[in-house]
């Protein structure tokens, strides 16, 4: 059993690789799908906004 | 919500009961963080190192997860396949891609961190042995699968096609799953679930990967639902971008 | 869940961005499907892909080693990992309990190569000797994961 207890202790930098790398990817991709989530839903707002405003007027060209 | 009751537009019924799904959703992202936060104090502070291979060895933790995880995201793209080729409805179209979507950013970290552990323990980066190289074929199907929905002009057309990939490329996923078992291979046999040998995971690591693969399965349902409604805001804004009532009504500013 | 236009997948939809041709892009597509398939079926036939031999398999190999690539596994026998003077070059054997391949290496070991639990695997060849020269070393995973205090104490 003596032989096991040679542990490599020179390992811990790829211990810290696998975990920074996996944290990088995630928060990046949360980040990037947030932000364009974030766009979509003003540019339904815009949309919306624009659509009322085509009804309450009637006219074809009162977004402009 | 008193902004429902004057509104006329159609849209924003729908929209207002997503701002409420929107807060749950919300609270699911505060789960996911929570848990992982325990979870990082359970492999670092909590978990035994291990008797041959050290610290390096607590890679583990996050490397099996996400391989399950990735299982499961291509069972969901295999199921919403299957009920898209027979119902044609969108919602199952929209459930399979963003599962495929995050399966293969889930077998890509799988891919990056186990050459990452394989390096100091085996001491290669990669070899051609069947877990290898089935999984590296399980994430070629998948983004293929991604790259024929990108790659095709015509979007039912994609969709039906990468609906026929997406059960079809499930094949891999029980292949690559008992590859250790089936053959001879560099990596690793199976230490916990049906197949591996009894005890060949110590007890306090096994309560950690457990904890592990729930904290990774609450992120994974954040990131789900968060890929799904997003599809669904894009397929919104596509139907009313050509609606018949905006282009006769308004001219859109972007 | 669904929407009122649900179902409803217009072609009209965003602009596509442009790398290669419609069909260039379906063909890249489709080699890619069939490489991997191929792979699939390949794989599907047990005997073609034994990873490796072990000592005791390839000592009773008798099919042509000459210019060959194996792969072996065996465990390290005790005290013979003998490193050249001022070089690179090792030399030791492997044992599968009953055989004993003798090999050579020109490199760094990995850090579990020298655990008395650790199985290797050698990929090389047969030189004009008996000796395996090996130009991939690798450690196997021990098949139990233990915590430290439970094989010290």
Same mark, same amino acid.
Request: proline share 3%; aromatic share 14%; glycine share 8%.
């Given at each position: 059993?003596?032989?096991?207890?040679?542990t490599?202790a020179?390992?811990?930098?790829y211990?810290f690789?696998?975990?920074?790398?996996?944290?990088?990817?995630?928060?990046?991709y949360?980040?990037?799908?947030?932000?364009?989530?974030h766009?979509l839903?003003?540019?339904?707002?815009?949309?919306r906004?624009?659509?009322?405003r085509?009804?309450?007027?009637?006219?074809?060209?009162?977004?402009? | 919500?008193?902004?429902?009751q004057?509104?006329?537009?159609?849209?924003?019924?729908?929209?207002?009961?997503?701002?409420?799904?929107?807060?749950a959703?919300?609270?699911?992202?505060?789960?996911?963080?929570?848990?992982?936060?325990?979870?990082?104090?359970?492999i670092?502070?909590?978990?035994?190192?291990?008797?041959?291979?050290?610290?390096? $060895?607590?890679?583990?933790?996050?490397?099996?997860?996400?391989?399950?995880?990735?299982f499961l995201?291509?069972?969901?793209?295999?199921?919403?396949?299957i009920?898209?080729?027979?119902k044609?409805?969108?919602?199952?179209?929209?459930?399979?891609?963003?599962?495929?979507?995050l399966?293969?950013v889930?077998?890509?970290l799988?891919?990056?961190?186990?050459?990452?552990?394989?390096?100091?323990?085996?001491?290669?980066?990669?070899?051609?042995?069947?877990?290898?190289?089935t999984?590296?074929?399980?994430?070629?199907?998948?983004?293929?699968y991604?790259?024929?929905?990108?790659y095709?002009?015509?979007r039912?057309?994609?969709a039906?096609?990468s609906?026929?990939?997406?059960?079809?490329g499930?094949?891999?996923?029980?292949?690559v799953?008992?590859?250790v078992n089936?053959?001879?291979?560099?990596?690793?046999?199976l230490?916990?679930?049906?197949?591996?040998?009894?005890?060949?995971?110590?007890?306090?690591?096994?309560?950690?990967?457990?904890?592990?693969?729930?904290a990774?399965?609450?992120?994974?349902s954040?990131?789900?639902? $968060?890929k799904i409604?997003?599809?669904?805001t894009?397929?919104?804004l596509r139907?009313i971008?050509?609606?018949?009532?905006?282009?006769r009504?308004?001219?859109?500013?972007? | 869940?669904?929407?009122d236009?649900s179902?409803?997948?217009?072609?009209?939809?965003?602009?596509?961005?442009?790398?290669?041709?419609?069909?260039?892009?379906?063909?890249?597509?489709?080699?890619v499907l069939?490489l991997?398939?191929?792979?699939?079926?390949?794989?599907a036939?047990p005997?073609?892909?034994?990873?490796?031999?072990?000592?005791?398999e390839l000592?009773?190999f008798?099919?042509?080693?000459?210019?060959?690539?194996f792969?072996v596994?065996?465990a390290?026998?005790?005290?013979?990992?003998?490193?050249?003077?001022?070089?690179?070059?090792?030399?030791?054997?492997?044992?599968?309990?009953?055989?004993t391949?003798?090999?050579t290496?020109?490199g760094?070991?990995?850090?579990?190569f020298?655990?008395t639990?650790?199985?290797?695997?050698l990929?090389?060849?047969?030189?004009?000797?008996?000796t395996?020269?090996?130009?991939?070393?690798?450690?196997?995973?021990?098949?139990?994961?233990?915590?430290?205090?439970?094989?010290?104490?």
């Open positions: 059993m003596i032989a096991l207890i040679t490599p020179n390992n811990i930098p211990l690789a696998a975990y920074a790398v996996t944290w990088a990817i995630f928060f990046g949360v980040f990037f799908t947030s932000r364009r989530q766009e839903e003003q540019e339904v707002r815009l949309l906004d624009t659509l009322e085509g009804r309450i007027s009637e006219d074809p060209d009162a977004s402009n | 919500m008193g902004s429902v004057t509104d006329q537009v159609t849209m924003t019924s729908s929209t207002a009961s997503r701002s409420y799904l929107g807060s959703k919300s609270v699911l992202l505060l789960a996911a963080g929570a848990f992982m936060l325990a979870n990082m104090y359970l670092f502070m909590w978990a035994p190192t291990e008797a041959v291979m050290g610290h390096v $060895q607590r890679i583990m933790y996050i490397h099996v997860p996400m391989a399950w995880l990735a995201a291509f069972f969901i793209v295999f199921v919403g396949s009920m898209y080729l027979w044609r409805e969108s919602r199952w179209d929209m459930l399979a891609s963003s599962a495929a979507e399966g293969v889930f077998t890509s799988v891919l990056i961190t186990g050459p990452i552990w394989g390096k100091p323990i085996w001491g290669i980066w990669w070899t051609w042995d069947a877990r290898l190289t999984t590296l074929v399980l994430w070629l199907i998948y983004v293929s991604l790259m024929l929905r990108a095709s002009s015509n039912s057309q994609g039906l096609y609906a026929v990939l997406g059960v079809i499930f094949v891999d996923v029980p292949i799953y008992f590859a089936w053959w001879r291979t560099q990596h690793q046999r230490v916990i679930g049906t197949g591996s040998l009894e005890g060949s995971l110590n007890a306090d690591m096994r309560t950690t990967l457990y904890f592990s693969l729930l990774f399965t609450i992120l994974f954040f990131l789900l639902w $968060q409604s997003m599809k669904r894009e397929e919104d139907s971008r050509y609606s018949k009532e905006l282009t009504g308004a001219r859109i500013e972007r | 869940m669904a929407q236009t179902g409803t997948l217009t072609d009209a939809s965003l602009p596509r961005r442009s790398f290669l041709s419609g069909r260039g892009r379906l063909f890249l597509v489709g080699i069939l991997a398939l191929a792979y699939l079926i390949y794989a036939f005997g073609s892909t034994s990873y490796y031999f072990t000592v005791d000592a009773a008798d099919g042509e080693v000459e210019g060959r690539t792969r596994k065996g390290l026998v005790p005290d013979t990992f003998v490193r050249e003077e001022g070089g690179t070059m090792a030399t030791f054997a492997l044992t599968a309990g009953d055989q391949i003798p090999a290496y020109d760094v070991v990995p850090d579990l020298f655990n639990h650790s199985e290797i695997i990929q090389g060849t047969f030189g004009v000797s008996e395996f020269q090996a130009d991939t070393v690798s450690v196997l995973c021990p098949t139990k994961y233990q915590a430290l205090e439970e094989v010290t104490t």
